[in-house]
């Protein structure tokens, strides 16, 4: 089946800290890959997206890279910031098909 | 731009009361996908709508139902509630003829079963 496993949380770091946080998918397919951030009290927000494997998908600092030989698409950023304190959602998609969302991570950034 | 519009945003009902819910689309946008976040949990897949029928069917109680309109709106109606059916429901669309794009949700109901 398909599926996304995400690293739980929470996650809380200091401001300009290095974030990690991991992402691995199992898909029967060639699956388009996603990463939402929600902020408190608001709907899912796309962050970035990889489409084929290799696909490296970048906004706002943050970056993540489409690997289809370790099924992962792990979410980083080089220097967080308090306004990136969210819950972010690893996801993928099928041609024709839902959206399947991980777990999700509540990230806190600390002055 | 137009974005995915929900109404209402915040609802409070009595168990056993019923809701509707309403969501409606970004222009041309013609595949709708309904979600359900309890509190501090993740989204989880309800139903999805292509071109006024059903897509594929998730976890969504027999006391719910929901349709796709002719305009690509869609309603969630909701019976029987229970105290548990307490969360923040997501809409979601995108236009499936486009290969690998995201969906774009609104901004949640948040339905309040006291």
């Known amino acids: 089946g398909n599926s996304v496993t995400q690293m739980e949380g929470p996650v809380t770091l200091s401001e300009e800290a290095f974030l990690t946080i991991n992402c691995t998918y199992t898909?029967?397919?060639?699956?388009?890959l996603f990463w939402y951030v929600q902020y408190p009290g608001e709907g899912l927000q796309l962050l970035l997206k990889a489409t084929k494997a290799d696909d490296k998908g970048s906004n706002k600092g943050f970056e993540a890279t489409y690997r289809k030989e370790t099924t992962s698409f792990h979410l980083e950023k080089g220097s967080v910031q308090v306004s990136d304190s969210a819950v972010y959602f690893c996801a993928l998609s099928l041609p024709g098909n839902q959206f399947y969302f991980g777990t999700g991570t509540s990230l806190t950034v600390i002055p | 731009a137009a974005g995915v519009i929900q109404s209402p945003r915040h609802l409070i009902k009595e168990k056993r009361e019923t809701a509707t819910l309403k969501c409606y689309p970004i222009p041309r946008h013609d595949t709708v996908y309904w979600y359900q976040q309890g509190p501090g949990q993740d989204p989880q897949f309800l139903i999805s709508f292509y071109e006024k029928m059903q897509s594929d069917k998730g976890s969504i109680p027999d006391r719910f139902s929901a349709q796709q309109f002719s305009d690509y709106h869609s309603e969630l109606n909701m019976s029987s509630l229970e105290l548990g059916d307490s969360a923040l429901y997501f809409c979601a669309s995108s236009p499936r003829a486009v290969m690998n794009t995201e969906a774009f949700f609104g901004q949640g109901t948040r339905l309040t079963v006291v």
């Open positions: 898909a029967t397919g060639y699956p388009s």
